[in-house]
């Protein structure tokens, strides 16, 4: 299974944010969408990413306030990006070793979509449960066996 699996049944529905929005902008959409990342684009590229993390560290940086404090002081200027072709299983490896819940997907410098840890455990649980239900019906209809599934 790949990311373009998991962008397919999730939309292409982005939020996006500036380097120069203040954070508090960039908190209200996240709040508003119910959302826990934001991609950060400048000239029509990708810039960074701006999770709750980054929002968090920025409101404790500044005793507990997010103040005029600009987007790009707070984003992750070098997020963790994976490709529509990465498969599920890289994915998982990447997003564990380096605790990132929000990965954008890039096909060279153009943004496809982003994906969160979420969606990948989504996903794996949806595989999990067909590859399970398959399972039970070969058992069920084993050959050779009677009406109780037994052999």
Known sequence: MKVSD????K??????????????VAV?????????????????????MLTFREVILTVVKNGGALGSTLVRTSMDDHPLTCTSETELDEVRRMMLDRHARYLPVM????????ISFYDVAKTVVESQNFE???L?????????GDESGEA
């Open 136 to 144: 039970k019906a070969y058992i069920r209809d084993w050959p050779g």
């Open 107 to 114: 096909d060279r410098k153009m943004l496809m979509g982003v």
């Open 28 to 48: 209200q959409i996240m709040a508003e969408k119910d959302i826990g990342s934001l991609v950060v684009m400048e000239h029509g590229e990708m810039a960074g």
């Open 6 to 9: 998991i962008l397919r049944v």
């Open 11 to 24: 939309g292409n529905t982005l939020y996006t944010v500036t380097p120069d929005d203040p954070v508090a």
């Open 132 to 134: 399970n239900k398959m």
